[in-house]
């Protein structure tokens, strides 16, 4: 595909680009796993419009209480601005974060699913609006089986040279996507290649979302077979991790095999794989 194509060779171009983003101060925050119950993080999210509302089917996960005073809010609330991405995630024992950027692929996202329910667990994707706008059962699917959907941009451009106007277009329209198909606001931010400013930072707060990077990289995206897909994420594999993987952007076949290979491994090394909480 053309497309893929594309974003293959902004990839490569940008490789130093996410290396950095990867590679920068630690930035654990005081965040907080979901603990047992592995709900997604979604305790003072807005109610879909009427619309969304009959887009989706009943999810147990919709459909529990709001905390808080009970009235739901139009918007996530404005977070405090960071000046780096959340890179890993305090909490206790042995828990990590599986995430899945640049989807939904309807070639590959249906796959991921499947494993991940397999097993029953969940997992955070950060999509692009441009791919959710088109595979929209696919968050459905995503908010019945209680996985957490993030902001990756609409059209997954470097962010770093775009405007602050453009910038805010990019989230802001995925933001509206993910609330249609999802059902909720996203409550996280992931930014291409992993390059972030304080353009960024500032509109993901005033948008409500936090910026989640992440701590080890399959990868994947450049196919380098699914063993070492598979070796360089159990290798990688400690508590607090979070793990970047793709299931858009090409021929991500790799990325769900290796998942059936090492998800039931690190269930096995008795980690606990969940998805983020907002504290
Ligand atoms: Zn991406």
């Not at 990756?152 to 990019?170: C, D, F, K, M």
Request: aromatic share 6%; glycine share 10%.
């Amino acid at each position: 595909m053309q497309k893929d194509q594309l974003l293959m060779r902004r990839r490569a171009l940008l490789a130093g680009a996410a290396a950095l983003g990867a590679a920068g101060a630690a930035g654990t925050a005081g965040l907080l796993f979901s603990g047992s119950s592995d709900t997604p993080a979604r305790s003072g999210g807005p109610a879909p419009g009427p619309q969304a509302r009959s887009a989706l089917k009943p999810s147990a996960y919709r459909l529990q209480p709001l905390t808080g005073d009970g009235a739901p809010r139009a918007e996530p609330g404005p977070t405090r601005v960071r000046h780096e991405p959340i890179l890993r995630i305090s909490g206790r024992g042995r828990t990590m974060l599986l995430t899945f950027d640049d989807g939904p692929d309807p070639r590959y996202t249906p796959h991921i699913l499947d494993t991940l329910a397999k097993y029953d667990v969940r997992a955070t994707f950060f999509v692009c609006g441009e791919m959710a706008d088109w595979n929209r059962d696919l968050l459905a699917r995503m908010a019945d089986e209680g996985h957490v959907v993030g902001n990756h941009t609409w059209s997954h451009p470097l962010l770093t040279q775009l405007t602050r106007r453009r910038i805010r277009s990019e989230m802001e329209r995925t933001s509206d996507v993910i609330e249609k198909a999802y059902g909720e606001r996203p409550l996280w931010f992931r930014a291409p290649y992993g390059a972030w400013n304080r353009a960024i930072f500032q509109l993901g707060a005033e948008m409500g979302m936090e910026p989640l990077a992440w701590t080890v990289d399959s990868l994947d995206w450049t196919t380098p077979g699914t063993g070492t897909i598979v070796d360089r994420i159990e290798s990688g594999a400690a508590p607090g991790v979070v793990v970047l993987s793709h299931d858009a952007g090409g021929d991500r076949s790799q990325s769900v095999r290796a998942l059936r290979k090492y998800l039931p491994q690190l269930l096995d090394d008795g980690y606990h794989l969940t998805v983020p909480r907002r504290s």
